[in-house]
């Protein structure tokens, strides 16, 4: 457990005039695909015994982390979004597959800013709640999964280069719903750990509580960015005032070089703000839907 992690991050000092974070997956690294669908989803299925509706839970599994407007959400919702869905499903109403009550999930949720491991663990000792303790149990086979499977996936292209240009200018930090010790491993591997100021995961709060403690009273707004791939990116970038600038899911590689060539001197030069960012957030809107085009009963 990460001690005092929004006092780490309000304790950040200025070190250049402008401030960027950076989400990971999907973003920085090309690996949302592999962890969604070879890490979480199994695991999903095994340890919630989806197994007479595996292909739905699957479907559904991939449209809530990867192809609508949840995708890059925290482990946790999404697990509570997962099985709502799935619920509703004609398909698994027909074959009477039985659905966990995640009721306990959902007040602990509702609770707990720091949804990882680290909480949920202390919470299951005292909670003493059988789907708490299964739910913690998925979430841990979920990382032991993703250490053995997930390396050698390198940056997209752009990113080293775009690092470097960013570097000369602004503090840098991950911004991640990505567990810590995942995000250090996989920087680390690459090289690039040492362009940012600190890595931030799910153990220290929302994306929204990362920009807010690590940013607000140090930087002006408009010298503020996020960068993400997901609606919860643009999310947190707007909850704190500040600018986004969008990668677009499936569109990594153009994304990463019109922010290189083009982008980042604008947000430099103090004229990304406007027309430009609202232009780029309208095209990012367009790629992931809101709802399923299954039938719900």
Not at 44 to 59: D, I, N, T, W
Request: glycine residues 6%.
């Amino acid at each position: 457990m990460i001690e005092n992690p929004h006092k780490i991050l309000d304790e950040l000092k200025p070190g250049k005039e402008f401030f960027i974070g950076i989400d990971s997956d999907g973003c920085v690294f090309d690996t949302m695909e592999i962890k969604q669908k070879e890490c979480f989803c199994p695991q999903f299925v095994k340890h919630f015994g989806l197994q007479r509706v595996s292909k739905y839970a699957r479907e559904t599994w991939e449209f809530v982390n990867l192809y609508s407007k949840t995708r890059g959400v925290n482990r946790f919702n999404a697990l509570i979004r997962a099985i709502d869905l799935l619920s509703q499903r004609e398909e698994v109403k027909l074959r009477n597959a039985k659905m966990p009550d995640l009721t306990p999930v959902i007040d602990w949720v509702e609770k707990e800013s720091k949804l990882g491991n680290p909480a949920l663990i202390n919470y299951a000792a005292e909670a003493n709640n059988p789907v708490i303790s299964q739910t913690l149990n998925w979430s841990i086979e979920v990382n032991k999964e993703i250490e053995g499977l997930v390396f050698d996936i390198p940056p997209f292209p752009y990113v080293n280069e775009s690092l470097e240009k960013m570097k000369a200018k602004a503090d840098l930090i991950v911004v991640s719903q990505t567990p810590v010790e995942a995000l250090k491993r996989e920087w680390e591997e690459h090289n690039i750990s040492g362009f940012v100021k600190l890595i931030a995961g799910q153990e220290y709060g929302t994306k929204s509580e990362h920009l807010k403690y690590a940013t607000k009273g140090k930087y002006p707004d408009n010298k503020i960015l996020m960068i993400g791939d997901a609606p919860g990116d643009l999310k947190a970038a707007k909850s704190n005032g500040v600018l986004f600038y969008p990668i677009n899911p499936g569109h990594e590689d153009k994304s990463w070089k019109k922010f290189y060539e083009e982008a980042l001197d604008k947000f430099f030069a103090g004229s990304y703000q406007g027309d430009y960012e609202n232009n780029l957030i309208s095209e990012f809107e367009k790629y992931l839907p809101e709802n399923p085009n299954w039938k719900v009963v």
